[in-house]
């Protein structure tokens, strides 16, 4: 590969040519030469687009795509194929397809199916085995080959002590548990925030009180054993403080938030529509923002767009029913941009590799091209068409986004939207 990618601006606090813009030449997948005007003695491909600008390459820190065994929601072949055209060189992929990955033969099986792909897949193995809650997983084993972190998607542990002997178990190897956090007992059979709303609509709620329980417990836990701890996709206000509290303390605590909670709160419910019955469920407008400080703050240390495609025959059902999560890839980036300034979404759509121990690869010569492409002006509606994925479970449908993502450029491919 021989590339040019002309009059760019790098976002990239680590770069030493950050807010500059400049060219960039690629030669067999590492950054040769940056600089203003670059003369093409390499008889280089060359590409140019209207405002572009380029970051290190996005990293998703929670991704479900259904295979194996759900291929009917999500492959894998095309879910990286989605991840790439949303700007995203690497994904973090959940465990929960059928069977479990939660071995080390599943943690192979994924990532063979990935080789090749511009994005990279980082698989995340099962803390327990079948994601039941009762027995620990082969986690030393499905670290040796390649499993970043340990954890049952959207299953909260409710055994003390199996979390307290996993926290200390995977120091030994410097793993990285995570912990869902939220109270089955308190959730009962709740379907939407406790609430204003939740009332009025005459739906169970499930209390704020349910997450923020939870997490206080695994924070004590984390204190007690030490190691490091991600608590994925919090919703509310009291959480973040907690969170917070924990780090002023010096515990290896990292978090992260959706998408969706940044951009929508329970009022979307009033229709009743399945596209917003996500987990942990929408939250109030006070939530919301609490949320949005938090990332301002630095107490939340990533966004994803914790995408969790459903086919239909589990979203078009009465509300109470159906199952919860959204698809998020292909909105992500242009519904944080309505939220955010642009250097933190790029900030909060990088800084999760390090938690996640992934090799950063800043803008820099001599290093790997590893790097996100976009636009940060422009309006556009978020339609049917905008959605790649084989699911179509978009909560986003109809919303306005800013921006536009060109695609990437990572393990020596272009890929581009």
């Known amino acids: 590969m021989k590339l040019i990618i002309r009059e760019a601006k790098i976002i990239d606090s680590k770069s030493p040519f950050h807010n500059k813009t400049v060219d960039i030449l690629i030669i067999d997948g590492f950054i040769k030469k940056i600089g203003t005007s670059l003369a093409n003695k390499e008889n280089a491909?060359?590409?140019?687009?209207?405002n572009l600008h380029v970051s290190q390459g996005w990293f998703d820190s929670s991704v479900t795509l259904g295979e194996p065994g759900f291929e009917e929601r999500e492959t894998i072949e095309n879910g990286l194929s989605v991840a790439a055209k949303s700007g995203f060189t690497a994904i973090a992929l959940q465990p929960n397809s059928f069977p479990i990955i939660d071995n080390?033969?599943?943690i192979n099986f994924v990532q063979n199916k990935a080789n090749g792909s511009a994005t990279q897949l980082f698989p995340i193995g099962a803390l327990t085995k079948g994601s039941e809650g009762n027995d620990m997983a082969e986690l030393f084993d499905m670290k040796k080959v390649g499993a970043v972190a340990f954890g049952d998607?959207?299953?909260s542990q409710n055994n003390a002590n199996l979390l307290k002997i996993a926290l200390q178990y995977v120091q030994d190897f410097d793993g990285l548990v995570i912990a869902f956090s939220q109270d089955e007992k308190i959730k009962g059979n709740g379907v939407a925030n406790?609430?204003?709303?939740?009332?009025r609509l005459g739906l169970k709620g499930i209390p704020n009180l349910a997450e923020e329980l939870q997490i206080a417990r695994n924070l004590f836990l984390l204190e007690y054993t030490g190691g490091k701890l991600h608590i994925p996709t919090v919703?509310?206000?009291?959480?973040?403080?907690?969170?917070k509290e924990a780090k002023a303390k010096g515990l290896k605590v990292s978090c992260s938030v959706a998408v969706h909670h940044l951009v929508m709160t329970d009022e979307k419910l009033e229709g009743f529509d399945t596209r917003f019955k996500v987990t942990p469920p929408l939250r109030t407008e006070e939530d919301r923002k609490a949320l949005l400080e938090g990332i301002l703050d630095n107490t939340i240390d990533m966004i994803t767009s914790d995408h969790n495609p459903m086919d239909i025959e589990h979203k078009k059902m009465e509300f109470d029913m159906a199952k919860n999560g959204t698809i998020g890839l292909e909105s992500a980036y242009g519904a944080l941009m309505t939220v955010l300034p642009l250097e933190k979404v790029i900030e909060k759509l990088t800084?999760?590799?390090t938690a996640f121990g992934i090799k950063n690869q800043p803008i820099e010569e001599g290093l790997k091209a590893n790097i996100s492409l976009f636009n940060p002006e422009g309006q556009s509606i978020f339609?049917?068409?905008?959605?790649?994925?084989?699911?179509?479970n978009s909560a986003f449908l109809g919303m306005e986004m800013k921006g536009k993502v060109y695609g990437i450029l990572n393990q020596e491919k272009l890929i581009l939207a």
């Not at 406790?194 to 009332?199: A, F, L, N, Q, R």
């Not at 919703?235 to 969170?243: D, G, H």
């Not at 339609?383 to 179509?392: G, P, R």
């Open 45 to 50: 491909d060359e590409i140019k687009l209207d």
């Open 235 to 243: 919703s509310t206000a009291k959480s973040v403080q907690l969170i």
């Open 194 to 199: 406790e609430g204003i709303v939740s009332t």
């Open 383 to 392: 339609t049917k068409e905008s959605i790649l994925s084989k699911s179509k």
């Open 153 to 155: 998607y959207n299953k």
């Open 351 to 353: 800084a999760g590799k």
């Open 104 to 106: 080390q033969s599943q």
